[in-house]
């Protein structure tokens, strides 16, 4: 069985050259654990000037996605009735690591990339994707969240990280902020390592590290010791 394969629907393919080539990301998919396939719905047109956009109907500011290009870009994919489509949006659920973890699991993703003033609603009628958004904050179209989702699910692939230990023991896995991380020179500029990390001592090391999790978390992000609702 292949690795994850995501589908992105975008106007500007060439944005994600480096993103998808190097670091993590780049050795998953040479790895054959992620494959990424870039699709510009502008193909998707019929008109001879690729129109992807009009006026809202009922007036106000801007252009609208049109729904026929994306559903038809869609419709074109191999596979793409047991795909899980996701459109970026504002109005979508904010990307935590827990929805991270659990799209790192699917097969086949499919990821559509907004802009303008937002999609026409037909694409979400006829299409029923997810609805995720990346932080309170506007961008200029959805690439930058799609390049965001396909970096954090690649490093959750199994082998993508070396060992397999390493996606589990980092921020927000179990609510918490990771601990301060430490490595040589043991003293500089006066700032020196706890001593508890250069003890060889094993479980008082852990202790250490957990109660610093938890303080770290308190202090910048109280949010996450709530109980999730």
């Known amino acids: 069985m292949g690795g994850l394969r995501v589908d992105v629907l975008t106007l500007f393919p060439r ?41 809202p109907y009922g007036g106000g500011p801007g252009m609208v996605l049109t729904p026929e290009p994306i559903v038809r870009a869609v419709e074109a994919i191999p596979g793409h009735q047991n795909a899980h489509a996701i459109v970026f949006t504002p109005a979508g659920r904010r990307l935590d690591q827990a929805r991270v973890f659990e799209l790192a699991r699917e097969r086949h993703l499919i990821l559509i990339c907004g802009h303008y003033e937002g999609t026409d609603e037909r694409v979400r009628s006829i299409i ?8 309170d904050y506007v961008l200029t179209g959805g690439e930058l969240p799609a390049m965001v989702l396909v970096d954090a699910v690649a490093r959750l692939q199994p ?5 397999e230990g390493s996606a589990q023991d980092e921020s927000f896995t179990n609510r918490l902020l990771e601990h301060p991380q430490y490595t040589r020179p043991a003293t500089y500029r006066g700032h020196t390592v706890p001593e508890v990390l250069l003890s060889g001592h094993h479980q008082r090391i852990a202790e250490w590290r957990a109660e610093e999790s938890h303080r770290r978390t308190r202090a910048r992000r109280p949010d996450l010791l709530d109980e999730p609702s």
């Open 15 to 55: 944005m994600f050259a480096a993103a998808l080539d190097e670091s993590i990301v780049g050795r998953a998919r040479a790895a054959g654990l992620l494959e990424v396939r870039l699709h510009d719905f502008r193909s998707y047109t019929y008109d001879k000037h690729h129109t992807v956009d009009q006026p």
């Open 128 to 135: 029923g994707p997810e609805e995720l958004s990346i932080g």
């Open 159 to 163: 082998g993508a990280l070396g060992g």
